[in-house]
């Protein structure tokens, strides 16, 4: 089996970025986009202050027939990183722009045509330099880099790959002291773990010998930088199973190891505390016969494990989870206590407490999705409640266990978008066609009071908020302003606003385009 993605290994700066999408900066003072705004089919990327309304172009000239296909902004709003084929349009070359002098420098070595940067980089957590993986020579082979982004110098972080090696992922130690890396670096499709120490550049394999067949699978590193897990059939091929391994001591320990039997792990999660590890699996016993998929948490500091879920009949599987930030609790989704019926739950780990989030829900119901709110006091879930197949948003407050709906009542036909917590969870934002069928447009509500008011601004005959590539509106982390895209002054052409929440003043953000840049079609 090959590690094609690095699903439980979080970046340390904002998701990839690609055309139409937007991010907003950590402090509140600006935020980024991607479109064609000088000319048509050339997409650029711009900077937008909020307090001036001045919009920069961050990438340097391009060559003809040149683009920008992704960024990155770094975590502490210093510097972008971004991929385009500005000097040769056969080549795709990763670029860093400091924001604050403007300053762009190529970050990728020199690359011959049709080689490329992968479009899989990001920054580390001080937004000092960029990890970033390359295609290049014949196969193609992928390797791993890292530059600094002021002076762009490139290293080679992984050792010499054996014919046919890939790195195929990577993840960025939270202190910045080390990177982690997915490879087949000794053996040709047999995928290990690796770690890098940036002070010595030495690469030192954090996995023990695997069975016959086995591959590491997922990894992630810890909040704090000590412990990285990882899932593998380690042990037995086929058998995947959870593990944690101290960067300090080497040690490796199975997280699995205390429970009754051993647990074919599907997902992991670490809390935002690094102290505990919540995994999903199925005793490796009845991996073939459709038994229960249930929910598990372990402490990484001595591997003690326990399950969260009550012992569920077979058939019955739980889906999504999350820790709150203050790592007090996990939320699930599952159908725990009817097949086939997905609901929401909680588990306290201090307690073991296990508690049903949702309200009864009728025969054809079910919840969708979640959030736990930044204080956790709340979480608000999607669910056809009320009405069959019409998903809306209801808060539960988890000290009373009061449920509410968050949206006003939808037109016929209407649809829930997205929804997220303001940074002080006291009220919630979301996107729906709540007032004319086929217009999304963004709205909040205060759960104290239940007062439901619409955010965006008004539409043009055919507007609607528009997420492309993207999410369609983005909280600001400061919780002052709410950033959206839409065609909301022409139609079919997609622009950035912003909605100042202490007033509701709606302000446009981009620059004006040159007549055809930012269509939809």
Avoid at 164 to 190: C, M, R
Wanted: charged share 25%; aromatic share 10%.
């Amino acid at each position: 089996m090959k590690l094609t993605s690095r699903l439980f290994a979080p970046m340390a700066a904002a998701a990839l970025a690609l055309t139409g999408c937007f991010q907003v900066d950590v402090n509140g003072k600006f935020m980024v986009y991607m479109i064609d705004q000088d000319e048509v089919g050339v997409t650029e990327l711009y900077k937008v202050d909020y307090k001036t309304g001045e919009v920069q172009k961050l990438n340097d000239p391009l060559i003809e027939d040149g683009d920008v296909f992704a960024y990155v902004l770094g975590p502490k709003g210093k510097h972008v990183a971004y991929a385009a084929t500005q000097d040769d349009t056969a080549i795709l070359d990763l670029y860093c722009t400091d924001l604050k002098t403007g300053e762009v420098v190529k970050l990728t070595p020199p690359l011959a045509a049709d080689e490329e940067v992968i479009l899989d980089f990001a920054f580390d957590a001080k937004d000092k330099f960029v990890v970033f993986r390359t295609q290049t020579g014949v196969g193609p082979t992928e390797e791993l880099w890292m530059a600094d982004a002021t002076t762009g110098d490139p290293v080679m972080l992984n050792d010499e790959l054996v014919s046919g090696g890939n790195v195929t992922g990577f993840g960025i130690d939270p202190k910045g002291k080390y990177v982690v890396y997915s490879a087949d670096q000794d053996l040709d499709e047999v995928f290990e773990l690796y770690l890098v120490d940036l002070k010595t550049l030495e690469v030192s394999r954090l996995n023990p010998d695997l069975a016959i067949g086995g591959d590491v699978t997922s990894f992630a590193i810890d909040p704090k930088g000590r412990f990285v897990v990882y899932s593998a059939d380690q042990d037995f091929d086929d058998t995947i199973e959870l593990f944690a391994v101290d960067t300090k001591t080497g040690e490796d320990s199975r997280l699995d190891a205390t429970l009754d039997q051993p647990v074919h792990t599907t997902a992991f999660v670490i809390d935002p505390k690094g102290k505990y590890v919540a995994f999903r699996g199925s005793s490796v016993f009845i991996v073939d016969i459709a038994g229960p998929i249930e929910l598990f948490a372990a402490k990484l500091k001595d591997g003690s494990a326990t399950k969260l879920t009550p012992d569920l009949d077979p058939g019955h599987a739980v889906g999504s989870f999350g820790f709150d930030r203050k790592g007090k609790f996990v939320a699930y989704l599952a159908d725990q206590d009817t097949l086939d019926q997905t609901e929401l739950y909680m588990t306290e780990l201090k307690t073991g407490d296990n508690t049903r989030l949702n309200e009864p829900l009728e025969n054809f119901a079910e919840v969708d999705s979640f959030e736990i709110d930044p204080k956790s006091k709340f979480v608000a879930y999607a669910a056809d409640q009320d009405t069959d197949e019409l998903f809306e948003v209801f808060a539960t407050e988890i000290k009373t266990a009061d449920v509410d709906k968050v949206n006003g009542s939808l037109v016929a036909d209407g649809e829930l978008g997205t929804y997220h917590f303001l940074p002080n969870g006291k009220s919630i934002v979301y996107s729906a066609d709540q007032e004319t069928d086929g217009v999304v447009e963004l709205y909040a509500t205060e759960l104290a009071s239940g007062d439901n008011i619409r955010l965006s601004g008004d539409m043009t005959d055919g507007g609607s908020l528009v997420g492309n590539l993207s999410p369609s509106f983005l909280v600001d982390p400061k919780g002052k302003r709410v950033v959206y895209s839409a065609d909301q002054d022409t139609n079919d052409i997609l622009e950035f606003y912003e909605v100042i929440l202490k007033d509701g003043e709606v302000n446009k953000l981009n620059a004006d385009y040159v007549p055809g840049g930012g269509s939809l079609n």
